[in-house]
């Protein structure tokens, strides 16, 4: 479904942030990539999406090479981004363009029920919490249907509850009718209890460390024996890489 | 264990929003209008007994009651309505073209960095000339009458408003913006549904001063050559001797500027309501 061939992205002042990537996501699964800050995950994102160009290589969806922000590829952002002079159906329809207004307001009506928010369609921003706020925020990327869904550590700035909640929002979500998803986060719980497959990066350049299928069944219980034992060796991971990084 | 985490989340959340809700609709004190107008009401006070006591002139400033039977009179004679007319109608055709002008060029200067480059250098340094010292060119350009004074509050009206829009366009939180990118927004789509809202506020803000600057020219425009308007009257007041006439022509304007003034702000106020203040306008 998403595949990215010798990915590098170096900025304009001459910092390499990506060296090298290839990956390939497989249509309905969910990838989670984790890392430490500054290893370049964000970045990684933006490239699928669209936002960023590589330096080198390319990012293709499907055999569409992307070049530019596409409708089938939807991002949510680590913060919720919502206009703040429109309700929050309106921010929920924002990406659909040239459809009739009735048909954009029932599109937008239906993500919101899929993130439990049509009670609040008329709504302002600022009235909504955080954790609401960014379900509203996932609505948006819905309503465009899009087959990948991006996702840049779309709950971390929640509390714990209204992180487990959104998480099993998302699974929901995701069984409905199977987004691929790549979901870059730095908690490892969330990579565990979402992914299907978890690649681990390492900093100075952002490169691939590690990559792992989760063969954990659904639904998966965070307390099991199993879970800990995956974070545990995912964490020391994490820790490897990230001294990697260190010494390098 | 899992419903019931999510159960929790979902009150807990809730509630969240309930609170923020509320907090926007505290009652508000009942008299807060009325605050405003102890201040005139006790200068006046002042100043009326002062003049009663033969303490000040009243030949060279008179008294509140004789302002007033001045604007009586002078509403009774049908003058005023005839000088007020002529001061609104080339203040809302001055203010209208200076806006009209400062919203595309800010528009496109505060979008556009090319635009930027090429026009803003152009635009601060015509900015820096005193906007008097075009009168005696809108003159020879455009004749004593209406043309040359509309030109002057527009060009009065339009550097608030100007800068107040491409800065504040230039300022928009870039994560908004990229919202738009990801939908692919044309330039259009992009000052329109993101920009020029996020920027209105700070327009606002940049109207209200382009309206004090389009009455400050109105005066200065009627003060050059008229046959009409406050501020014909004004100079009428001192060639006659009429301290009572030029000081009811100053409250008048007073009054009036105040006026438009509180007409933008409530405009605004409604236009932005969607604001998360600290304390609304107003």
Redesign the interface.
């Known amino acids: 479904m998403l595949r990215l061939q010798s990915v590098s992205k170096r900025f304009e002042n001459g910092y390499l942030a990506l060296d090298g990537i290839d990956l390939a996501v497989q249509p309905g699964e969910i990838l989670g990539i984790v890392g430490g800050s500054g290893c370049g995950k964000s970045t990684l994102l933006r490239l699928i999406?669209g936002?960023t160009a590589p330096t080198q290589g390319g990012v293709w969806c499907g055999d569409i090479p992307v070049r530019?922000?596409?409708?089938e590829i939807g991002?949510v952002?680590q913060?919720p981004?919502l206009?703040?002079?429109?309700t929050i159906a309106e921010n929920a329809e924002?990406?659909l363009?040239s459809l009739p207004k009735a048909e954009r307001r029932k599109r937008a009506l239906g993500a919101l029920r899929r993130v439990?928010l049509d009670r609040?369609a008329d709504?302002?921003?600022?009235?909504?919490?955080?954790?609401?706020a960014q379900r509203a925020a996932i609505a948006r990327a819905l309503v465009?249907r899009p087959s990948v869904l991006l996702l840049d550590e779309p709950f971390s700035a929640l509390d714990a509850?209204?992180r487990?909640?959104l998480q099993?929002h998302l699974l929901d979500i995701w069984s409905d009718d199977r987004p691929t998803m790549v979901l870059v986060t730095h908690d490892i719980d969330e990579a565990l209890f979402l992914s299907d497959r978890v690649v681990v990066m390492r900093a100075h350049p952002g490169a691939i460390h590690a990559e792992h299928t989760v063969d954990l069944p659904r639904?998966r219980?965070r307390t099991s024996p199993e879970f800990q034992r995956w974070k545990v060796s995912l964490l020391a991971e994490l820790q490897a890489a990230m001294d990697v990084a260190t010494a390098a | 264990m899992l419903a019931a985490e999510r159960a929790l989340a979902s009150v807990v959340s809730d509630a969240g929003a309930q609170q923020g809700s509320a907090a926007g609709s505290w009652p508000k004190p009942r008299l807060g209008g009325l605050l405003g107008w102890i201040v005139p009401v006790a200068v006046a006070a002042i100043w009326e007994s002062a003049a009663a006591l033969g303490l000040i002139s009243g030949r060279l400033l008179p008294p509140p009651t004789v302002i007033a039977t001045t604007i009586w009179s002078l509403a009774a004679s049908g003058e005023l309505t005839l000088h007020m007319r002529a001061t609104i109608e080339r203040l809302a055709l001055g203010f209208a073209f200076g806006v009209a002008a400062a919203t595309v060029l800010g528009a496109l200067t505060g979008y556009s960095t090319v635009g930027r480059r090429l026009l803003d250098p152009t635009v601060q340094a015509l900015r820096n000339i005193p906007s008097i010292a075009w009168v005696p060119l809108f003159i020879l350009w455009f004749g004593i009458f209406e043309m040359s004074k509309v030109t002057l509050i527009a060009v009065g009206a339009f550097f608030p408003v100007y800068l107040g829009l491409s800065s504040a366009i230039r300022d928009v939180d870039r994560k908004l913006v990229e919202v738009g990118r990801i939908y692919n927004f044309s330039p259009a789509a992009m000052i329109g549904r993101i920009l020029l809202p996020a920027a209105l506020p700070a327009y606002v803000v940049g109207l209200r001063s382009g309206l004090g600057l389009a009455w400050m020219f109105v005066v200065a425009a009627e003060m050059m050559g008229a046959s009409e308007g406050l501020g014909f009257l004004l100079v009428d007041g001192q060639m006659t001797g009429r301290p009572a006439i030029i000081i009811a022509s100053i409250v008048l304007f007073a009054a009036l500027g105040k006026i438009t003034d509180t007409a933008l702000v409530r405009a605004g106020a409604r236009v932005l309501s969607w604001q998360d203040s600290f304390k609304p306008q107003g």
Request: a neutral charge.
């Open positions: 999406s936002l530019a922000p596409r409708p991002l952002f913060e981004r206009m703040p002079w429109l924002f990406g363009g439990g609040f709504a302002l921003p600022r009235e909504l919490s955080g954790g609401m465009a509850l209204t487990t909640d099993n639904p219980f």
